[in-house]
């Protein structure tokens, strides 16, 4: 069986946006999710009560803006892969895969999905067998690195047994640009 999980984070809303990008919000929305998994940063409950209504399984960490009542990392196990989800304010230099990768490996979990970084990247960091999952930011805002591309940004995942297809969806003028990403763990 497939499960089909929608990736997020980094909102910071009302601090740096209203909400949502509207072509963000109906691209996000226009599928149906198994999961959903957010990478913090949403700093209002609003954005937490938008998460819940899409999917029945929602999970969040809190980001180094939130002051929400959220935990500082989870794992899910989905279809037998184990998935951690950590904000990565923790990791210096910010976003460092190699860091990263020590981190999930800490929290015994083959997939790491992160933020902190606010520009959306997908890798494999081949020595200790993880692979780095950040979605960007959902609102596209700055985040205090010069790497960020200030685009909005998700990611999907489809996961069946040791199969992680990876899907990164960048908004730039009105469309959405896609990597995409197969890994064999």
């Known amino acids: 069986m497939v499960k089909k999980v929608l990736a997020l ?18 691209e996000v929305t226009r599928e149906s999710y198994d999961i959903v998994l957010c990478t913090g940063d949403l700093t209002t409950g609003e954005v937490l009560s938008w998460l819940q209504r899409l999917a029945s399984e929602v999970y969040v960490v809190r980001g180094n803006m939130d002051y929400l009542k959220l935990p500082l990392q989870l794992v899910v196990n989905v279809e037998g892969l184990r998935v951690g989800l950590y904000h990565g304010a923790g990791v210096h230099p910010r976003g460092d895969p190699v860091k990263l990768a020590v981190r999930a490996k800490q929290i015994n ?3 790491l999905v992160t933020g902190h970084t606010h520009y959306p990247y ?4 081949k020595e200790y067998g993880v692979v780095i999952v950040n979605p960007g930011s959902a609102t ?3 985040g205090g690195d010069e790497r960020a591309t200030l685009t909005p940004s ?26 995409k990403y197969k890994f064999q763990l």
């Open 9 to 26: 984070g980094d909102f910071h809303i009302p601090e740096r946006a209203y909400w949502i990008p509207e072509e963000l919000e109906k």
């Open 109 to 111: 979990v083959e997939v």
């Open 122 to 125: 997908t890798t494999f960091v």
């Open 140 to 142: 596209g805002v700055w």
């Open 154 to 179: 998700f990611a999907i995942m489809c996961i069946r047994g040791r199969e992680l297809l990876i899907e990164l969806k960048e908004l730039r003028n009105s469309h959405f640009e896609v990597e």
